[in-house]
């Protein structure tokens, strides 16, 4: 019998030291990560690692490579947004009519040059999945600005709106 009444009270003691526990790095400043809470990646979502088929590019390294007129920037958003404003020289791809403007827009990649793609910022994946697009097709020399128009435009850099009838329809 005494096996049992020592048990049990050893079982309430561990219950109750681990609720008091819990509760104090609840509400604490700065808990421990003891559970997690769950911030979905879109690139994991997607269920494939997209940074394989690209490197990335920061801001400071795309202005020197626009300077030397060594790429050919993609802008993966929607053509709306395209309209809005884009990177200076950006031909408009988005990712969404990817395999329809395709053909219009490889003529436009010549071999010379890397491709950059961009969109919005870092938590859009559209860039990453354009990337991949055109790996799929052969394209090697892939690189992917993730700070997109967002990042771009915060840091003081001019963008362009397109003249009437300009971009691949």
Not at 42 to 49: A, F, I, R, S
Not at 54 to 74: F, G, I, N, Q, R
Request: aromatic share 8%; proline share 5%.
């Amino acid at each position: 019998m005494k096996i049992k009444e020592f048990l049990l009270q050893l079982g309430v003691i561990v219950l109750l030291s681990a609720a008091i526990a819990l509760g104090c790095n609840y509400l604490s400043t700065s808990p421990l990560p003891v559970f997690k809470k769950y911030k979905p990646d879109p690139e994991k979502e997607t269920g494939v690692d997209l940074s394989v088929y690209y490197d990335e590019v920061d801001v400071e390294t795309l202005k020197s490579l626009m300077e030397a007129d060594m790429v050919v920037l993609l802008d993966a958003r929607t053509t709306d947004n395209f309209k809005k404003g884009h990177l200076p020289k950006a031909i408009s791809l988005p990712i969404l009519e990817f395999n329809e403007k395709y053909e219009k827009a490889a003529g436009l990649l010549v071999e010379d040059k890397s491709i950059i793609t961009y969109c919005i910022s870092v938590h859009c994946i559209d860039s990453s999945m354009l990337a991949k697009e055109l790996y799929q097709r052969g394209h090697r020399e892939i690189y992917v600005y993730k700070g997109g128009i967002e990042e771009w435009q915060a840091l003081g850099n001019p963008v362009e709106k397109p003249a009437e009838g300009e971009g691949i329809d």
